[in-house]
């Protein structure tokens, strides 16, 4: 089992920043590709980006190119998504998600992840 504990929303105005933090335990963390989706009120879950164990290989939703940045410390067992220039049509839950080991999953079969956080809220006013 791998617990994913996402921090770091809240309500931000367009044209803020925020960054998202998420905390893994109970497995080898860098046995994991890491990403991030999110589902806004009455839409279906979008994925927003992904990271490679090593960090090697990055994806971003076109929707979120060049705003979003995604990392990983794997000695804190923790992977970020630094957002900026936030957009109202950001707000959403943001969910954390972990994949073992190959990260194609997250643009290709994100139904076939199976760890999930339990998601924070991000709120952009326009």
């Known amino acids: 089992q791998v617990q994913l504990v996402e921090s770091g929303g809240g309500l931000v105005p367009a044209g803020g920043s925020l960054r998202l933090s998420c905390a893994a335990a109970?497995?080898?963390?860098?046995?994991?590709?890491m990403g991030w989706f999110r589902q806004a009120p009455g839409k279906e879950r979008e994925f927003v980006s992904a990271?490679?164990?090593?960090?090697?290989?990055?994806y971003y939703a076109d929707s979120v190119k060049g705003r979003f940045t995604i990392s990983r410390d794997n000695a804190k067992n923790t992977v970020y998504l630094q957002m900026n220039s936030l957009k109202p049509e950001d707000t959403a839950v943001y969910y954390c998600a972990a994949n073992y080991w190959t990260v194609v999953e997250f643009t290709t079969t994100p139904n076939r992840i199976i760890y999930w956080g339990q998601g924070t809220q991000v709120t952009v006013s326009s």
């Open positions: 990271i490679s164990r090593t960090s090697g290989t990055t």
């Open positions: 109970g497995r080898t963390f860098s046995n994991y590709a």
